[in-house]
């Protein structure tokens, strides 16, 4: 299992599917890995919209 900022891309995947509910913490991380992957801050509004996608 690959893991990117502390979370496995099955647990992401499991998310994404709508198995389950991201937990805060997996949003946190999320919001982290987003930040760093495109190099500026991202916001509230935006981290919902990519999960929801």
Do not use: C, D
């Amino acid at each position: 299992m690959e893991r990117h900022f502390g979370v496995t891309s099955a647990h992401v995947y499991v998310v994404l599917n709508g198995k389950a509910a991201p937990s805060w913490a997996l949003l946190q991380k999320l919001h982290a890995a987003l930040e760093a992957l495109l190099g500026r801050e991202v916001g509230v509004e935006e981290l919902i919209e990519v999960v929801r996608e």
